[in-house]
């Protein structure tokens, strides 16, 4: 889990049944972590992610939030910022303990044909996930995975860890791709295997649930506790993105929005490199 990497946490909030069908995820990082991004899918619904670039001042974020709603969605990050701004937990512009303005950015997943028109995140959406937040939460059908599908499956919320070296790397992901989420040893799409649709490889799906669209995106976060630059981050991101091919075919089309924000905790330092691609970094 994501939750693996200290000083990292995750909280969701949906709201499932009677027309609704939709939610939103915040991985809260309170200590801060440096933030950078890689977008990838040609219809993003994106939020803050300019002052990611490396160039630009501000290089720690303290959460981002990941939402249903297409960009309707995008107003759950609000009520992230005024639970981080209760807390004193944001970029400082003045010499009072409160004078912050927190840093979140945001990205959102379209699965508005799953709800009734008007049912989308808001604020209360985002406050309602941080409260939830903390180092166990639950995979599928919630937050921002709640109205998510992939291909021909459902989708929802992933979420893994794994330690290489002495360093803990975590992902989590809002999977709600256009195209199929496949087997990576096979390259077979799960659901030949599982049929829920009646689904045979290659062909796709001639029996799919009648609020299908094809106006889709998955979005994620990776997380590490190495200390990197923004621009180091970003290069995590990036790698992301070509996982997300592996996993998901196709992926990056013109009608997703395939978005993955990378944050460094900060918490171990790189060893020195030596030779030619030490001497660069």
Known sequence: MITD????LVGHHERVGDGWATGTTVV???????????QRGGAPGTRETNLLEPENLVQRVNAVCLSGGSAYGLAAADGVMRWLAERNLGFPVGTQPHEVVPIVPAAVLFDLPRSEWGNRPDASFGYAACEAASGSFALGTVGAGAGAAVGSLKGGIGSASEVVGEYTV???AAVNAAGEA?????????AADHGEFGVTWPSRAADLPSRRTDLNTTIGVVAVDAALSKAEAR??????QDGLARAVRPAHSMFDGDTVFALATGARELPDASGPFGAAT
């Open 235 to 240: 290069r995590i991101a990036v790698a992301a």
């Open 182 to 190: 496949v087997d990576l040893s096979t390259g077979r799409a799960y």
């Open 170 to 172: 975590g992902a989590l």
């Open 5 to 8: 990497v200290p000083g990292v």
């Open 28 to 38: 809260l990082v309170p200590e801060g972590a440096v933030g950078a991004v890689d």
